[in-house]
Structures are given as structure tokens and as C-alpha cells.
């Protein structure tokens, strides 16, 4: 009875007391849903950096197996017989090339290929190594990718299901000279990239949309993370539980084109499953999404933060709650409650020394407390000694062009207020710990009272930023020569074209090829070609602006761009470069030229108008002789050559 007749006596204060309480908890969950968003998407963003980077390192293997196993005079040879042959020639044909190939192909396979299969021009199958006993079948109608190379001449690569398998394909054009023979496809599966990936994060799974199938159904079970997609049956789903409810088939209809992560809780553990969007290349459909599961400690600490933090602001509404309470019998169960506080307050100081982060918390002008994270780093043996000496942690702020200092905040404004305002990937300080050695921390406030308390917690970041810039580094830039790669040409390309239709800039391309190049490689073999390539790409580098943006286009061809230059001087340049070129003289490196075409950006111009004429121009080079420039001339924006 005596229990009922308190809760009626101080009925207000209670329900006030509740109310405060969910509010309190409904903000401090919105401020970790932020948090847990940001996170997904760094993550998000980090994972699709390390996919293009295997996609171009098998891109690059490719290549190298196209130009030395398969665009051979052996083979060309072969090719070119098979439009003449009649039907017992081309079965001659046929096992003069698969003998020709069968050892290299084996080698090929150690290396993860899992197909080479050559196509005519009318897109019937002539050899599949893989299965020689299966030909002159029309692909016409469901690999697109033959199609286009033997429309266009020009190779593809990309993910394309199959009548047989599925799989990651690179289709050449085949030429003996000027004369066209047909495609060579060089292929590997989807597992054998997810394999590269399962290397650093707990597990990679495959999933294509039932949509674009064409295999045996018998080779495909349902997937358990969406029904309307379909998995290899020699493979598990997915080693973690996923949540049962439709959150992540509404992600997959809302984001069908988008990477994006979720967040996924089994037990104790927190992991992150991210989507990887895979299209075909030539219809630009999503046909399939690569699957990555990985377990994720920086989310655990969001969990343990949102809990303290939540747990010391109902401590502090607990406390003015009992501070409002003028009832001698209940101030006797303050007493009790105290006891219970400090309790409470030593729980949360350990819960604070169990983070991997360092932990501070400030009343806004001063640090009242820190974890022992913090006096490890810093090398106090307690709080009362580091305060004695410093009285905020934003004296070790190390000054970095790259990264948060107190040189970046304005007069009469706090670091905490000022640092709140910028976007989460600013929100990094470096500071030297008692190793002297310098460590990156990304900075997450959580405040709680009206006085600008807060809780600041400092998530070591070093080993991320450095693998971050390692891999934004490989990801735009070509390996052999250090330069920009296509990647990031056709990145440059989409933002001057971009420009042309806002503001007027002077754009002058440049885009030239090493004349007869195969030759070096046959005379001289590819390594002396690999060093002819490189020297031509530091001479190049060397005659241009800091400014200019220079890449290997593919193969032996360049592409420069020059900013803020007319057309006549992109044509100056063009000419002094290619003198360079043909003086250029090194010990045990063949004297070499290159052909040049010179374009500029107008408005309203598109990329592929761009190239296109260039190209053009290019082209015009090599056909009159080559070892010369080559400029395009414009009339109503089209081109017209000179």
C-alpha cells in the first residue's frame, strides 16, 4: 500500500520523469542511426575500390594472355582459313588449334581462367577449349558481347550469363592485319573473384537474378538472402544469419544500381553485408550483385557508446529528478540511491576502460574525465597527473594540411562546436602518443545536458587512411607505367564534358599511339616493349604541365588533356611531344615514333563525340604515313578531317 500511495503521490514527477527518459532514448538513437549510415557507406565505398582494382588486375591478365598466347601468327594463321574451309576442313582446323592451344590453356586455368572460346563473325561458335566437343552453335541470341565485338571490332569485358555458365568475360577482336577473323572470349567465374575478396573479409557470395538466366536450372538453388535470385548449389548461401523480414529485398528494388551495406547482428557479433552491383556491359542491366560479409568492430563500438551515453544522461535526469523530491522519507532513499550511484559510476568508468577507443568527457570548457586509453597513449599513470599538465586533449593536435587542427577553428569558438559542423570524413586529428609515433583518430561527439557536455570518443584510423589511399592510388593509375589509367581518363573526360555546357574553357585533347609497337614486341619481346612504354610515359610526363592530365588509354595508346589551351597550341604541343618522341634515345631500347591526334572540347560535347574524333584524327595519322599530327577541323560540331 505504502508503494501505491507514493507512486500517486509523486505521479507527476514520475511520468515527467519517463517521459524525458524516451525522449532522451529516441535522440541518442537517431544520432547512432546517423552514425551507423556513415559508417556503412565509407564502407560501402572502400569495398567497391578494392573490386575495381581485382576487376582491373584480371582485366590486365587478360590482356597479357591475348597478346601472348592467342594473337599469335600460329593462330592467326588457323583463323584465317576457317571462311574458305568447308565442313571436314574446318574439323582439321578446329583440332589443329585446340592441339595448338590445349597446353596454354591448362596454364591459363592455373591462373583462374576458366573459358577461351572463339567465335566467328557471324557469331557461331568455332572452339571452345574448355569443351572442344561443342561448336557451330549461333550465340547470336544471348551473348551479347560476341555480338558487339564482331559488330564493332572493338573488345568488351564484363559479367554476361551464359547458356553454360556465367561469368566475368573479356571478347577481343581477332585481326590478321586489316583482315577480321573473328572474337576470342577469355573468361573466369564469379567465384574466383569472390575468392580474391574472401581473402580479407569473412565471406564473399555470388547471387544472379533469376531474370537474366539462361544455364541449367539444376546448377542454381534459391538464395536464402532473396528468393528472386538465384546461387550455385556447390556453394553456400552465406555463412550469417540474415534477417528474415523484406528489408533487404526492398534495399535491392530501391538501390538496383547502387552499392549499399546493412547492418546484421548474430549473437554477440555485428557484421556488415554489403551489395555490389553487376552489370552486363553492353545492356548496362544489373543481372547479378557480388555479396560481401564482414565483420565489423567499429559498429560495436556505436552499440556500447549509444548505451553509455544513455546510461549517464538517465543517471543526471535521475539525479534531478530525486533533487526535486522535497519528501523527508524519500530524501532517507536518496541516501540508498547514492550508494547505488557511485556503483553505477565505477560500472561506468570500467565500461570506459573496456573501449578500444579513447574516451574523454568534457563539461564543454574542460575535460572532467578519460579512459585509461587515453593515459596509455599519452604515458600518465592517472587522470590527475594529465590534468595538471593539460587541460583540454586538443593540445596534441598536430598541425596537417590533410587533417583537422586548431589552426582551422575561428576566434571565439571552441574546437567541439566547430568540429560538430563539418561532414564525418573531416572529423580526423593526428597526435603523438608517448611512442612519438603520429596516429590519425577519427573524432565522434555525443553530447548530453544543456551545457555542452560531452562524451568524445578518438577511433584509431591510421592502418584505414593508409590502405584507403593505397587503394584509391592503385585504382586510377596503370600499373606498368605510373601514370593515369583508362579509368580515370574517362572520369576526366565526363567532367571537362560536363563543363563545356556551364562555362567556356579552352580543352585541348591529345590522343597519340606508338607506331608499329607489335613489332618491338615481336622483335625485341614484351619486356623491352613494357620499357619502351614506360620511358615514353616519364618523357611525356616530363614536357607537359603539372596541371595537364596525361593516362594510358590502352596498349601503346595515350591520352593528354590540356587545360586552358587553344586547339592551335594542343597542336603546338602535340608536334613538340612527337619530335621528343622521335629523338628520344635510350641503351638497349629500340628508337621508336608515334602517330598524334589533335581535338578540343565544344560545347555541349559528349565523350564518346570526343573521342570519336580524335580518334578520327588519329586514324588519319597512321594512314598517311604515321609520325605525324594530325588535327581535326569543326563545322556546326561535326567533325570534319583536314
Given amino acids: ?212 538466366l539462361l544455364s541449367t536450372a539444376n546448377d542454381y538453388i534459391a538464395s536464402t538472402i532473396d528468393d528472386r535470385f538465384v546461387t550455385d548449389k556447390n556453394y553456400q548461401d552465406h555463412p550469417v544469419p540474415v534477417s528474415k523480414d523484406n528489408r533487404i529485398k526492398s534495399y535491392l528494388s530501391q538501390n538496383r544500381d547502387h552499392s549499399f551495406s546493412l547492418e546484421e547482428t548474430a549473437g554477440d557479433k555485428t557484421y556488415i553485408v554489403t551489395f555490389i552491383p553487376v552489370k552486363n556491359p553492353v545492356t548496362l542491366e544489373t543481372g547479378a550483385y557480388m555479396v560481401i560479409f564482414s565483420q565489423d568492430k567499429y559498429l560495436t563500438q556505436i552499440n556500447n557508446n549509444f548505451w553509455i551515453l544513455f546510461s549517464i544522461l538517465s543517471i543526471v535526469t535521475m539525479l534531478l529528478f530525486l533533487y526535486n523530491i522535497k519528501d523527508r522519507n524519500f530524501r532517507k532513499k536518496i541516501e540508498i540511491q547514492n550508494s547505488e550511484l557511485e556503483v553505477t559510476n565505477k560500472r561506468l568508468k570500467t565500461i570506459l576502460n573496456s573501449q578500444d577507443n579513447m574516451i574523454i568527457i568534457t563539461d564543454g570548457t574542460r575535460m572532467i574525465d578519460a579512459n585509461a586509453k587515453v593515459l596509455a597513449f599519452f604515458g600518465f599513470s592517472s587522470f590527475r597527473q594529465f590534468i595538471k599538465r593539460h587541460h583540454c586533449i586538443c593540445d596534441f593536435f598536430l598541425r596537417h594540411k590533410d587533417y583537422f587542427h586548431l589552426g582551422r577553428v575561428p576566434k571565439q569558438q571552441q574546437w567541439i562546436e566547430y568540429i560538430e559542423t563539418l561532414p564525418p570524413q573531416k572529423r580526423v586529428v593526428t597526435m603523438l602518443g608517448i611512442d612519438m609515433e603520429p596516429k590519425a583518430f577519427q573524432v565522434n561527439i555525443s553530447k548530453y545536458g544543456k551545457n555542452g557536455s560531452s562524451v568524445i570518443s578518438f577511433h584509431d584510423v591510421t592502418d584505414m587512411l593508409i590502405q584507403q589511399k593505397i587503394l584509391q592510388y592503385k585504382a586510377m593509375h596503370d600499373r606498368l607505367t605510373e601514370i593515369y589509367n583508362r579509368q580515370k581518363i574517362d572520369e576526366v573526360l565526363d567532367k571537362i564534358c560536363g563543363y563545356s555546357r556551364r562555362r567556356k574553357e579552352e580543352i585541348g585533347i591529345i590522343m597519340f599511339d606508338i607506331d608499329h609497337f607489335k613489332r618491338v614486341n615481336d622483335k625485341f619481346g614484351h619486356d623491352t616493349g613494357d620499357e619502351v612504354l614506360k620511358k615514353v610515359a616519364q618523357l611525356i610526363k616530363r614536357n607537359i604541365r603539372e596541371e595537364d ?40 631500347i629500340p628508337a621508336v615514333t608515334a602517330s598524334f591526334g589533335v581535338t578540343k572540347v565544344i560545347r555541349n560535347d559528349t565523350p564518346q563525340a570526343l573521342l570519336k574524333r580524335v580518334d578520327l584524327a588519329l586514324y588519319k595519322a597512321k594512314s598517311e604515313g604515321r609520325n605525324r599530327v594530325v588535327l581535326s577541323s569543326f563545322r556546326k560540331a561535326q567533325l570534319v578531317l583536314s
Fill in 1 to 212: 500500500m505504502k508503494f501505491i500511495e507514493i507512486i500517486n503521490r509523486y505521479k507527476k514527477p514520475i511520468l515527467l520523469f519517463l517521459f524525458i527518459e524516451t525522449l532522451l532514448f529516441a535522440l541518442l538513437r537517431y544520432d547512432r542511426q546517423i552514425r551507423v549510415e556513415e559508417h556503412l557507406q565509407d564502407v560501402t565505398n572502400k569495398l567497391n575500390t578494392e573490386y575495381k582494382v581485382i576487376l582491373n588486375a584480371f582485366d590486365e591478365k587478360a590482356q597479357i594472355a591475348f597478346e601472348t598466347l592467342i594473337d599469335t601468327p600460329q593462330v592467326k594463321e588457323i583463323m584465317g582459313q576457317v571462311s574458305q574451309a568447308d565442313e571436314t576442313q574446318k574439323k582439321l582446323l578446329r583440332q589443329k588449334l585446340y592441339v595448338t592451344l590445349k597446353k596454354k590453356f591448362h596454364e591459363l586455368q592455373k591462373f583462374g581462367f576458366k573459358q577461351v572460346h572463339f567465335h566467328l563473325p557471324d557469331n557461331h561458335s568455332f572452339l571452345r577449349m574448355h569443351k572442344p566437343e561443342k561448336f557451330g552453335d549461333d550465340l547470336s541470341n544471348f551473348r551479347k558481347t560476341v555480338v558487339y565485338v564482331n559488330e564493332t571490332n572493338h573488345r568488351i569485358s564484363g559479367f554476361e550469363e551464359g547458356i553454360a555458365n556465367d561469368g566475368y568475360r573479356f571478347v577481343f577482336p581477332l585481326f590478321d592485319k586489316n583482315r577480321y577473323l573473328g572474337s576470342v572470349e577469355l573468361s573466369f567465374s564469379a567465384y574466383t573473384l569472390s575468392g580474391f575478396l574472401q581473402r580479407e573479409f569473412l565471406d564473399t557470395r555470388f547471387i544472379i537474378s533469376q531474370k537474366v
Fill in 549 to 588: 592530365i596525361f593516362g594510358r588509354w590502352g596498349g601503346e595508346e595515350f591520352v593528354v588533356v590540356l587545360h586552358h589551351t587553344s586547339v592551335e597550341n594542343t597542336h603546338k604541343k602535340a608536334e613538340m611531344l612527337r619530335k621528343a618522341i622521335e629523338q628520344m634515345h635510350h641503351e638497349n
